[in-house]
């Protein structure tokens, strides 16, 4: 093996074997770590001197420029609340407390703590200047400062200084440090002192080269770095222990152990260099730089100038350079470091050996194969990137001018490619490999076409016309090959028998790239992915995920799915898949893992093999456009911090509330803009919010990656906002709430407004109804004068027509009478005759009164005896009469009409009744009248009751005064014989106007 073959396969071995680890894991080779880059076109500061992060998980960094302020997806320049300033814009060393508080220092001098967003600075020492500060070590209730003038603590508001008369030298101070232990170290130049609490002295207890910085290791060990060495420090009287995690992060010079014991160091020659765990343990002190050795990998930052250097709470490791921030962070799938590794292609041998072959356009290749923790280069001259998985678990590798069978280190055979005619290029280039149980597949490019190995020989592509335009094969479990072809086909080769699908079948992907059959047959292509079931091909679809040209899928043992997209590796859930393939109508859905999980590149668009294979170990390998990467399900780190959401501000009306306190909102208010953020370091692309304003939503409201809310057409209340994040693994962090604020009601929206509105309304009905009132008044008047001088006419003519006419009948009938005998039958006739037309002449006089004067009528049931007296000729009927209840006056018009319809009832009896007796009835004893007139005569047919004789008005007349009156009419047979006329009149029945006028007639 070479020399670059035995140093990548080291490099790998490393990469794959060990257990899981919780930052970067220490199996990754260096170069394998994805790194971000923030530049000034990111926003990102310069030069930064110090980093810290708060338990928030908000990172600061202290540059030359300001102080800058970062939540993962945004650099902000922080800017002081009004009133409030920073001491200047140079910043020194920050140091984050557990207590909330950032401690800030500047290049020319002077402390400031910001807390809550409030600045407050730390008074100096008259005549004795702090300096520039480089180290800040919190102590309880107390601060470590190292600075330029020396060794200092802040106390109970005031600073203490420590120096020769407390042990530590006057002079520079370099660094102080807080261990685990509650030990404080303080260094310079030349020693690392320790504070004795009880003498409150620093002695000096290791001797340095240069100037040092003190670092804590996880396994709770305390290291000083001096540039040269790294050294042990004395250990506490009870030993080494872990630490418990801290909330807060803080930035180191150029040195530091992150949380899985890697040793990092930021000034070797290669710019970032890193010690293995396992090249610590057991030794108390080791170079500081030491690029030979093969345990300190080159890094691949690009400035050699490291500021600052810090491992964030999600285990991401950060470092500060002159061209602005870099980041190293773990990926789910950790690719391969491999030269000119485009375009690879995966296979996997009986033994479980990865064969990886890379070339570009199928010119120029490499082979690899990884077994176990070896992967080496192998030695071919081979120049094709195709490589395939034969059918007695060899690898097939097809080259310039044979076809390689391997196994392990062998070349088990060679197969001679098919012969080329004199027209061929003198290069083909291999577009198909597969072998299936009669044979071996090949497709030439250059326009030879498809050829197959089968007892020795190679058939041309004329022995099988139907496999023309074919760009993919799949051999299955079963040793037959499944195409696709470029016109919207599927060819399955079973021997010398062969099956097409088409557009009949339900394909409709355009050239249909990819095919497998390892369980459901799938197919993939331009136009999407489509399952077979049934005999018909079904197209399948993704929630979020283009399925177009698919180029690998695994189906693993727990029966997830993995597939190979042109936007990344697309996860899918064994429920899922089930739930898809029983409902067409269910789209799949799952996890996406493209570029920023550790994708390499983008998916092919259509490859000549698959892109995704699992190995026996359970390993999944993945090929994209830019290399290969592995996921190791036993190595997966998900990232378990929970990102903790913030309102940054409201902005209603163009007025910005920091933190959302904005109180009481003037009147008007009604459209409001939120702000929020969650820090999170690892995939801040990925954190996903949700939402919701109290007093608007009922539920939750889904943002997505957005990071602000509005809202709009908001009414005057109470309100107040929530937000929630969730990191990229789903871990949703505590909901961020405003206080509560209120929107002031305009005068329009006020109470009281609603009050006028309501009187003015009511005032505005009243008028209405007295217009409306007077309005009725006067038409009514009107009308009334027009039925008085109606009336008047009336009266008039009666008096002037009938009552005279009546009047000269009398005369001339007294004149006949007395020229009769006294006492004669006729005279007595006669004058029985004059005493009816007296009375009648009496009762016209009072009608005619009546009318002139509206007033003067007799009651109803006086009126009614002295009408019924009229009718009655003779005393062979006998008339009851029967008043109860107390009566009531009626107004005139109403009276009339029941006077009239009573009547009519009981002369329709004395006529056509034959009856012995009638019995007239007024009952004034409930809310209205009710008159009842019955005999006891002959009774009436039932077709007469309910239309009357025809020709005759009597009934009809009867019903309709009725209706006028608002009454309701009743007749019907008695059961012992005879008529009932039943007429109701209720006590609000009378119409309107004539209640109207009753009401308005004089007492």
């Given at each position: 093996m070479t020399l670059p073959s035995r140093s990548l396969a080291l490099a790998l071995a490393v990469f794959l074997h060990g257990a899981p680890a919780h930052a970067l894991d220490p199996r990754t080779p260096l170069a394998s770590y994805r790194l971000d880059t923030f530049g000034v076109r990111a926003g990102a500061p310069r030069h930064a001197m110090s980093i810290a992060q708060q338990a928030d998980g908000w990172m600061w960094f202290g540059t030359p420029s300001g102080l800058y302020r970062y939540d993962g997806m945004k650099f902000e320049l922080f800017r002081p609340r009004p009133g409030e300033r920073l001491l200047g814009q140079y910043i020194g060393a920050l140091r984050a407390h557990p207590n909330g508080e950032l401690w800030i220092s500047y290049l020319y001098g002077g402390v400031s703590v910001l807390r809550d967003g409030h600045l407050r600075h730390l008074a100096g020492v008259p005549g004795k200047p702090i300096g520039s500060v480089s180290a800040f070590a919190p102590d309880g209730a107390d601060t470590w400062v190292a600075s330029t003038t020396g060794l200092w603590r802040y106390r109970?508001?005031?600073?203490?200084?420590?120096?020769?008369?407390?042990?530590?030298?006057?002079?520079?101070c370099g660094d102080v440090h807080r261990d685990p232990y509650g030990r404080v170290w303080a260094a310079d130049d030349r020693h690392v002192y320790l504070l004795d609490r009880g003498a409150g002295r620093f002695a000096p207890v290791v001797e340095l080269a240069a100037g040092a910085t003190i670092v804590d290791a996880p396994d709770g060990r305390v290291w000083v770095a001096d540039g040269v060495t790294v050294r042990l420090l004395p250990a506490p009287p009870g030993g080494w222990r872990a630490p418990p995690p801290s909330p807060v992060r803080n930035s180191t010079m150029v040195t530091l152990f992150d949380r899985d014991g890697n040793y990092w160091t930021g000034g070797c020659p290669k710019a970032l260099c890193m010690r293995r765990p396992a090249r610590i343990a057991g030794r108390d002190v080791f170079p500081d730089l030491d690029s030979g050795r093969p345990d300190v990998r080159d890094g691949k930052i690009g400035s050699a100038s490291i500021n600052a250097m810090m491992e964030d709470r999600e285990g991401n490791l950060w470092t500060s350079t002159a061209a602005g921030l870099e980041r190293l962070r773990d990926t789910r799938l950790v690719p391969l470091v491999l030269p000119d590794s485009n375009w690879p292609g995966l296979a996997l041998d009986r033994t479980g050996a990865v064969w990886i072959a890379t070339s570009d356009a199928g010119l120029h290749g490499r082979l690899w194969r990884a077994q176990g923790d070896d992967v080496a280069a192998q030695r071919s001259d081979q120049r094709s990137g195709i490589v395939a998985m034969g059918r007695d678990g060899t690898v097939l590798v097809a080259g310039r001018n044979t076809i390689e069978r391997r196994l392990g280190d062998r070349i088990v055979a060679r197969h001679a490619m098919p012969p080329r005619g004199r027209r061929a290029v003198a290069r083909d280039a291999v577009l198909l490999l597969a072998e299936d149980r009669e044979g071996i597949w090949l497709y030439l490019g250059n326009g030879r076409g498809l050829f197959r190995l089968r007892g020795g020989a190679w058939e041309p592509p004329s022995a099988h016309p139907w496999l023309a335009g074919v760009i993919y094969a799949f051999v299955d479990g079963a040793g037959r090959t499944w195409f696709g072809t470029r016109n919207n086909g599927v060819v399955l080769v079973d021997g010398d028998r062969h099956t097409e699908y088409g557009p009949g079948d339900g394909i409709a992907l355009g050239a249909v790239t990819f095919v497998d059959a390892q369980a459901d047959?799938?197919?993939?292509?331009?136009?999407?992915?489509?399952?077979?079931?049934?005999?018909?091909?079904?197209?399948?679809?993704?929630?979020?995920?283009?399925?177009?040209?698919?180029?690998?899928?695994?189906?693993?043992?727990?029966?997830?799915?993995?597939?190979?997209?042109?936007?990344?590796?697309?996860?899918?859930?064994?429920?899922?898949?089930?739930?898809?393939?029983?409902?067409?109508?269910?789209p799949l859905r799952g996890e996406l893992w493209d570029e920023l999980h550790g994708f390499p590149g983008s998916g092919y668009g259509s490859s000549p093999s698959p892109t995704l294979r699992l190995a026996p170990d359970g390993r999944l390998w993945v090929a994209g456009l830019d290399g290969v990467a592995v996921y190791d399900r036993t190595r997966l780190r998900r990232n378990t911090t929970a990102p903790q959401a913030r309102v940054q501000a409201l902005v209603a009306n163009e007025q910005r509330y920091e933190g959302g306190a904005a109180g009481t909102l003037r009147a008007g208010t009604t459209r409001l803009r939120f702000d929020f953020a969650a820090p999170s370091m690892t995939m801040p692309e990925r954190v996903r919010f949700r939402y919701r304003l109290d007093g608007v939503d009922a539920a939750?409201?889904?943002?997505?990656?957005?990071?602000?809310?509005?809202?709009?057409?908001?009414?005057?209340?109470?309100?107040?906002?929530?937000?929630?994040?969730?990191?990229?693994?789903?871990?949703?962090?505590?909901?961020?709430?405003?206080?509560?604020?209120?929107?002031?009601?305009?005068?329009?929206?006020?109470?009281?407004?609603?009050?006028?509105?309501?009187?003015?309304?009511?005032?505005?009905?009243?008028?209405?109804?007295?217009?409306?009132?007077?309005?009725?008044?006067?038409?009514?008047?009107?009308?009334?004068?027009?039925r008085i001088a109606e009336r008047e006419r009336i009266a008039r003519t009666l008096h002037d027509?009938?009552?005279?006419?009546?009047?000269?009948?009398?005369?001339?009938?007294?004149?006949?009478?007395?020229?009769?005998?006294?006492?004669?039958?006729?005279?007595?006739?006669?004058?029985?005759?004059?005493?009816?037309?007296?009375?009648?002449?009496?009762?016209?006089?009072?009608?005619?009164?009546?009318?002139?004067?509206?007033?003067?009528?007799?009651?109803?049931?006086?009126a009614l005896a002295a009408s019924v007296a009229l009718l009655r000729t003779g005393d062979d009927v006998d008339v009851a009469w029967r008043e109860t209840g107390q009566p009531r006056t009626l107004d005139p018009d109403t009276q009339a009409e029941v006077h009239r319809i009573a009547c009519e009832a009981v002369a329709n009896a004395l006529r056509h009744a034959r009856a012995r007796r009638i019995e007239v009835t007024l009952d004034w004893s409930g809310p209205g009248l009710v008159v009842r007139v019955a005999d006891d005569g002959v009774g009436m047919a039932e077709e007469l009751i309910a239309s009357g004789l025809p020709g005759h008005w009597g009934l009809a007349g009867m019903r309709e005064r009725a209706a006028a009156i608002g009454a309701t009419l009743a007749l019907h047979n008695r059961p012992g014989g005879g008529v009932e006329v039943v007429l109701a009149l209720g006590g609000d029945a009378a119409p309107a106007p004539r209640r109207m006028l009753a009401a308005q007639a004089p007492n």
């Open positions: 109970a508001g005031g600073w203490e200084r420590f120096g020769a008369d407390r042990g530590f030298p006057d002079g520079w047959p799938v197919i993939s292509g331009e136009g999407g992915m489509a399952v077979l079931q049934h005999g018909r091909f079904r197209p399948l679809r993704a929630e979020g995920v283009d399925l177009a040209n698919v180029s690998g899928l695994v189906a693993t043992p727990d029966g997830n799915r993995w597939l190979g997209t042109a936007r990344g590796l697309f996860r899918v859930p064994a429920a899922a898949w089930r739930r898809s393939m029983a409902d067409r109508g269910q939750w409201q889904e943002a997505g990656g957005q990071r602000s809310a509005y809202y709009t057409n908001l009414g005057p209340g109470t309100y107040r906002f929530e937000v929630q994040a969730t990191n990229e693994d789903g871990v949703a962090g505590p909901a961020a709430t405003t206080p509560p604020f209120r929107i002031a009601p305009t005068f329009v929206q006020t109470r009281w407004f609603l009050v006028l509105c309501v009187l003015l309304a009511g005032a505005a009905a009243w008028l209405l109804y007295a217009l409306r009132l007077a309005q009725l008044k006067r038409t009514w008047q009107a009308r009334t004068e027009e027509t009938f009552l005279q006419g009546l009047h000269a009948l009398i005369l001339r009938l007294d004149a006949f009478a007395a020229r009769l005998l006294p006492g004669s039958g006729e005279r007595t006739q006669i004058e029985d005759l004059l005493d009816v037309a007296r009375k009648v002449t009496e009762e016209g006089r009072s009608q005619v009164l009546g009318l002139r004067s509206g007033t003067g009528a007799p009651d109803l049931a006086s």
